[in-house]
């Protein structure tokens, strides 16, 4: 299935327009990170966790909301199992028993019929948290070395290698400050815990793999039209893999809408932040990464 069969779009000689356009949203993001902070969640701030077993079920919104005002900030409120057991996490970091009862007097008050017994609960320590930041930061900063070095390998060239990295890190830049920006505005959690950590490689990965498409069509035009200057070369390149790359962005993106739209609260942040990367992701494989190759190759030739 082609959507475009002889596509002819300049998109080389469009890397200006899109360089301002990447350079305003990178920078702001920056900005916003550096000036906010990113918001955390319990994974990194550390606070309590607590499943409780109840006489009937419960609604998990209506709960969430409840809840929020007597811990100080929203909670993640989720089924655990069955229908009747629930899982409780808040970002406060009081001592496990004033958490505790905080909790258990909102559930007198706002089910006084429902009875339940605690099955489990736990104090996540900061230390903890710290810990997890910091493989978190080394395990991007592993993926994106070793990214480099397979481009490096596979294309023999370093001006790839920087441009795949470039766009990566462009990608994740962006969507963090959408984060950072959009936590206090929405309705539901942009918190980063460990299933946003795990999107953010997922976007990296999904990027990646666009970009490698693009470049095996540029080395493979590079050996069939040896005459032809690189600047017509990205150009066809991107063109002969457009379809390709359109028909896998708008189907993921399909499946991902739907899953932030019915697969519940929780998975909110997740598939939102998979929305975010594979728009992201898609235009920067075809405006980011190629035209750096073309601006590095440039340079390079010249020194």
């Known amino acids: 299935m082609r959507w ?19 350079g ?9 990170i550096f000036t906010q902070g990113l918001q955390y969640g319990i994974d990194f701030k550390g606070g309590s966790e607590f499943v409780y077993k109840f006489s009937e079920p419960v609604n998990t919104v209506e709960l969430r909301s409840t809840l929020t005002d007597p811990l100080g ?16 996490r808040t970002d406060n970091t009081a001592p496990k028993e004033e958490v505790q009862q905080i909790i258990q007097d909102t559930f007198a008050s706002a089910m006084p019929n429902i009875t339940y017994e605690t099955e489990s609960g736990s104090y996540i320590s900061p230390r903890f948290g710290d810990d997890l930041k910091s493989g978190a930061l080394q395990s991007v900063i592993y993926a994106i070395v070793i990214i480099f070095l397979y481009i490096l390998i596979r294309f023999r060239n370093w001006t790839f290698s920087l441009g795949a990295v470039a766009a990566l890190v462009h990608d994740v830049t962006i969507t963090l400050g959408v984060f950072t920006i959009l936590n206090n505005l929405v309705s539901f959690s942009l918190l980063i815990d460990q299933n946003i950590i795990a999107a953010f490689l997922t976007i990296v990965g999904y990027s990646l793999n666009d970009t490698v498409v693009v470049f095996d069509r540029i080395r493979e035009n590079s050996i069939v039209h040896k005459g032809m200057e690189f600047i017509p070369m990205i150009n066809k390149s991107l063109n002969d893999t457009l ?9 993921t993106l ?9 697969g519940g609260e929780v998975l909110k942040g ?3 932040a998979l929305i975010i990367g594979i728009v992201i992701g898609t235009y920067s494989s075809l405006f980011v990464a190629s035209p750096l190759v073309l601006e590095l190759d440039k340079r390079t030739r010249k020194s």
Not at 24 to 32: E, K, N
Not at 78 to 88: H, P, Q
Not at 243 to 251: A, D, E, N, P, Q
């Open 24 to 32: 305003v949203l990178f920078l702001a993001s920056l900005v916003i």
């Open 243 to 251: 379809s390709r790359t359109v028909i896998t962005s708008l189907t």
């Open 4 to 22: 475009f069969e002889t596509p002819t779009f300049d998109f080389v000689n469009k890397r200006k327009l899109a360089y301002t356009f990447s």
């Open 270 to 272: 997740l598939s939102f």
């Open 254 to 262: 399909f499946v991902v809408v739907v899953l932030f739209i019915f």
């Open 73 to 88: 900030s929203a909670p993640e409120v989720k089924l655990f199992g069955t229908d009747v057991e629930v899982l409780i």
